[in-house]
Structures are given as C-alpha cells and as structure tokens.
C-alpha cells in the first residue's frame, strides 16, 4: 500500500510550487514590510483616539492608554510576521509560544523552542533558535512591557503563552494560547500581499526567496531550516525555479557580449 500510494516525486508538491513563483520581488518587499505596515496603521490608529480624547477631555493621554484588545491583536499579529520571516516554525510553535522560552542578550531577543515540541528534533539536536533583529526585538519588548496585559481577562494573569488567547464574542479562554493567529496571518498576507499561503509553505518560502536571490546558499538555507540532511534541502529546492539559474547564465552571456 505504502508503494502504491506514495508520491512518485520528492520535494514540494507542484501546487505549491505554482504558489511560490507568485512571490515576485515587488510581493517578497510587500511581505518583508508587513509588520510595518502593521505598526504605521496601528500608530495612526492610537494618534488619531489620542487627539479625539483631547478634543473631548483637554487632556492628551499616554499612547499605551489608547489600546483596545483589538489593536493588541494588531501587535500580536506583527510580532507573528517578524517571527516566521526569522525562521518560520510550524503552525502550532507559533501560536503557542511560551513566556518561559524567551531569551535575552544584549538588547536582541532569542526564542527557544525545546526540541520535545519540534518536529523530527531529538533532544541530542537543542532547541530551535529563532533570533529577532532589533526592530522586531524592540516591539516584543514593548509588547510584554505594556500591551500583552490588555488583553488577558483577570483570572488569566499567569496565563504561560506568548500569544494568549484573546477575547472572543465577549468570551476568554483561560490559560489558553491564539491558536487562530496563524490563520490571521494567512488571510492579511492575501490581503496585503496577493498570494494565500499556509503557514507550512513559509518554511519553503523562505528558503526559496534567499536560493533566489543566490543559489549557492544551499548548505546555510539547510541550517536556516533545520534540515538534517543536505539532501532532503536538495530535493525539495534544487528544482524549484530553474530560471533563476537561466537568468543567471543569460546575465553571464550578456556581459561577454558586451565585453566583445
């Protein structure tokens, strides 16, 4: 049955390939700005309920006061868009992040997913690193600091997750973690970008947009995605755009020509 069955092709399926040669460079910039678009959006959100609050009150409040539920989940879902660019973990270590797997150094944050909630990783492999760049290591920072409170209900003040759940028609689940945060993330990447991908793919899209930009990235696009074997990376790239390498060789041709 298994031989029956299974694929007669390694590496990703051609759907999701199709899905992937969407990615223009004009919808990679789209995506790798999201979470600032998110913030620009959010920041005029807050500036514009500060000013109506004056106008109502003479008095122009803090900009931590102006949050709602709903503008944290804004936050929690840049916050989400930093992380999968960073390494894109599968669906479920997303959503349910835990408080007790941040670390810091120097101003930058790093997440440690132990290895008994991953995938394929054994104890003997460590953690899984996912390290933030400033940017995205300032707004965890404020994100904790000042906002994640808002939208936990009182009695869920030790509530483990990153991500907590938030309220839902009026509604809290306690101690639970937003396990639809993914499938925000999926509809405002079709939104704003054009292209509806799963949060499975992004392992693959992110592999696929650095081999784009330089195909001998092969080994470090191995290590950015866990792969153990080199090979596994391989079969799942090593056919995923061929006109990136004919562009590549056209660009070669083109400046022997212009050298002749």
Known sequence: MLARYAPARKGIAPKNKA??????????????????????EVNREVQKRRESYRSAHGVLPKPVEMFDAGLVKQ?????ATHIMLAR????????????????WR?????????????????????????????KASRL????????????????????????PSPPHAGRHRIGGCYDSLPDRLVDQVHERVGVRINPHLWRHLIGW???????????AVQKLLGHKNIQTTIDYYADIDESVVLNEWLGYLDGKKKKA
């Open 19 to 40: 899905t992937l040669r969407r990615f223009t460079e004009a919808r990679i910039q789209a995506l790798v700005d999201l979470p600032d678009q998110i913030l620009r």
């Open 75 to 79: 936050i929690m879902l840049a916050l």
């Open 88 to 103: 894109a973990p599968r669906r479920s270590n997303l959503s349910c992040l835990r408080l007790d797997w941040i670390r």
């Open 106 to 134: 120097e101003g930058l944050a790093t997440l440690e997913i132990p290895p008994a909630f991953v995938k394929g990783r054994r104890a003997q492999d460590g953690p899984l690193l996912i390290p933030l760049d400033g």
């Open 140 to 163: 965890l920072d404020q994100y904790l600091q000042a906002l994640r409170a808002k939208i936990l209900h009182a009695e869920d003040s030790r509530n483990p997750y990153l991500f």
């Open 209 to 219: 947009i650095w081999l784009r930009e330089d195909p001998d990235k092969l080994a």
